[in-house]
Structures are given as C-alpha cells and as structure tokens.
C-alpha cells in the first residue's frame, strides 16, 4: 500500500509554545488529508479535512485558530498547534487519500502518529 | 448521520482461539466500511475493506469480514488468533461520495497464552 509520514513521532513542548507536525505522503499525491485526535482508549476523532491548495474543513468543536492546517502541495500537509497547553497533549494521526484518476480514492492511508506531551 | 457502533470494549481470547469483533452502522445510504488495526503508539493499518460486489471480504493476517446490510453489521473475524493478533480494532464507515471516515470506539483483542 502507499506510505503516509508523519513526523515527529514524539514530541514535548512547553505550555504557550507552539508545535508544527507535517504528515507526508511519499508515493501518491494527496488531494485529500484528514488530521484526528486520539485520546488514551479511545478512538479517532476528526478534527479538519483539507484538500490541496484550499481551506481546511474544521469538524464542530475544533478551534481553526488553534490548529492550523496547511496543505500547501499534494504531498504535504501541517498541523501547528498554537499556544500549546498541557489539555492538548493527545495522540495526532493524519491520513492521506489520493484521486480518482490513480484508483485510491476509497483508501485512506495512515501517518504513525504524533504523541504529543505539553509541559 | 453515520454512525459505528462497536459493541465490545475489550474482548479476551486464548491463543489458537477463534474470535468475532462485533460492528453495526447506522446510515441512510450505500457506505463503504473498514476495519483497522493499531499497535501501541503507532498509526492505523488497514485489515480489509468492503466497497461492492462480495458481502464477504478478505484481509490481510488471516482476517475475515462479512457485509450484512439486513443486519447492518461487519463483523470481524479470525478462526485462529496468535499473540501478535493483540491490538486495538476499529471499524469505520465512509459514504461514498465524501472522503470522512467515521470510527466506532474500537474493540480491545487481547490475546492469552
């Protein structure tokens, strides 16, 4: 299957800074990508869609000012969480769904995820 | 609205055991539904997917699901499982004409010696 990087895997931060994750997509275009929260034990839960060259879709409840996502290529998009706090510390996974045209559009590819430890 | 329901938590079985993870949906059109595994700190990995055609689908690792619109469940299942089986599963459901996947709350296998 195609491959979805998403770095870093581990990272701490101090409250009131801010933290950028890129998630990647090494051998298909991405025309789609989707960031989720994962708290301990429980599932995933879709913070924005964002397709290349546009705006993200935030899901309700989702602050569009503290996480920003930028897709600004087809094979690369970022989260940037801004004036981290420790509430924010979670499990970030992104996903990567190609076009039509290259037949994977109905498979969503998986990043490893980002742990993310505010202090 | 799409909706997962995952109906077992946790769900404990010995080695070379057969297991059934349970999935209902809930969805007012033609869906597309997954199942995803998820190792300890890691992202997800796809075990198999039902688009069309086959209600019965499988997967990678020795996996097995059935598409059962009357019932509208996809039921998971392994007839032996091996340790190395022990993982969080969730199943997911995706309308086909719009890219969300939705996710149930994910079944916790754990697999005895």
């Known amino acids: 299957g195609a491959v979805v990087s998403q770095h870093p895997s581990r990272v701490i931060c101090k409250s009131g800074t801010s933290v950028k994750i890129e998630c990647r997509s090494l051998?298909?275009?991405?025309?789609?990508m989707f960031w989720y929260r994962q708290f301990p034990k429980q599932s995933l839960m879709l913070m924005a869609t964002?397709?290349?060259?546009?705006?993200?879709?935030?899901e309700q409840g989702v602050e569009k000012d503290k996480f920003l996502i930028n897709h600004a290529s087809l094979t690369l998009s970022t989260l940037t969480v801004t004036s981290a706090h420790p509430e924010d510390s979670s499990f970030y996974i992104c996903?990567?769904?190609?076009?039509?045209?290259?037949?994977?559009?109905?498979?969503?590819?998986f990043g490893q995820g980002t742990r993310l430890t505010v202090v | 609205a799409q909706s997962v329901t995952q109906l077992d938590s946790q769900v404990p079985v010995f080695e070379e055991a057969p297991v059934e993870l349970r999935c209902n949906y809930s969805?007012?059109?033609?869906?597309?539904l997954f199942w995803y595994v998820q190792y300890p700190n890691q992202g997800l990995q796809l075990l198999l997917k039902y688009l069309s055609g086959s209600t019965l689908v499988k997967g990678i690792n020795g996996f097995e699901a059935e598409f059962n619109k009357s019932q509208t469940s996809f039921h998971l299942r392994k007839p032996s499982v091996h340790i190395s089986d022990t993982a969080e599963y969730f199943c997911a459901v995706s309308k086909s004409n719009t890219d969300k996947l939705i996710f149930g709350t994910g079944t916790r296998l754990q697999v005895f010696p």
């Open positions: 964002s397709n290349e060259g546009s705006k993200a879709t935030y």
């Open positions: 996903s990567a769904r190609g076009g039509w045209d290259r037949g994977m559009n109905t498979e969503a590819f």
């Open positions: 969805s007012s059109v033609s869906v597309y």
């Open positions: 051998d298909f275009q991405a025309t789609t």
